[in-house]
T-cell receptor, first 111, second 114 residues
Framework: TQLLEQSPQFLSIQEGENLTVYCNSS?????LQWYRQEPGEGPVLLVT?????EVKKLKRLTFQFGDARKDSSLHITAAQPGDTGLYLC???????????FGKGTLLTVNP | DAGITQSPRYKITETGRQVTLMCHQT?????MFWYRQDLGHGLRLIYY???????DKGEVPDGYVVSRSKTENFPLTLESATRSQTSVYFC?????????????FGPGTRLTVL
């Protein structure tokens, strides 16, 4: 089982600030996913990264996969209150379609 | 309703009672999963199913039972609820045609065991 460590665990910032959250493991990932979970709802997939060094952008969100495929980061530019939520990374890739999740980063963006 | 639904959304029960949480998906996805989410532990896999009548244990299966007689339904039963099973439970689904294990989650059931 791959252990995924996310940091920071909690992050509270003001609207307009930039932030980066991290997902790390001692294992090599075949792929990694980022999900966002809003209060009272289930997680929703944001992006999947596959190739070492890959960078994907989703509006103000930039996702990077480490060259060695052991770590990933999520950078948010000019955060907005609507970005508030729990950000989870998950890794899998086996034939049984199981995922292992990190514990998440709880982001609060204050207006 | 299209998508993946869970019922009930909220449930309060007492120690020792049997409780069944329902999960229904309309996509005919082959894979279905049950997770529990607790502060400090994140999402942990309880059971999963690759198809009707095929189920397997996840990380924390003790005290839970699942069945899957139909592709679209995946109920989770707590045979004798304990306080440690107080949690938020999420059902998810995935399928062969989806890229790289993408999972779709239901809205969750908040279970309190008194």
């Amino acid at each position: 089982t791959q252990l995924l460590e996310q940091s920071p665990q909690f992050l509270s910032i003001q609207e307009g600030e930039n932030l980066t959250v991290y997902c790390n493991s001692s294992s090599v990932f075949s792929s990694l996913q980022w999900y966002r979970q809003e209060p009272g709802e289930g997680p929703v997939l944001l992006v999947t990264v596959v190739t070492g060094g890959e960078v994907k952008k989703l509006k103000r969100l930039t996702f990077q996969f480490g060259d060695a495929r052991k770590d990933s980061s999520l950078h948010i530019t000019a955060a907005q209150p609507g970005d508030t939520g729990l950000y989870l990374c998950a890794a899998g890739g086996g034939s049984n379609y199981k995922l292992t999740f990190g514990k998440g980063t709880l982001l609060t963006v204050n207006p | 309703d299209a998508g993946i639904t869970q019922s009930p959304r909220y449930k309060i029960t007492e120690t020792g009672r049997q409780v069944t949480l329902m999960c229904h998906q309309t996509w005919s996805h082959s894979y279905m999963f049950w997770y529990r989410q607790d502060l400090g532990h994140g999402l942990r896999l309880i059971y999963y199913s690759a198809a009707a009548d095929i189920t397997d244990k996840g990380e924390v299966p003790d005290g839970y039972v699942v069945s899957r007689s139909k592709t679209e339904n995946f109920p989770l039963t707590l045979e004798s609820a304990t306080r440690s099973q107080t949690s938020v439970y999420f059902c998810a689904s995935s399928d062969f045609g989806l890229p790289l294990n993408e999972q779709f989650f239901g809205p969750g059931t908040r279970l309190t065991v008194l």
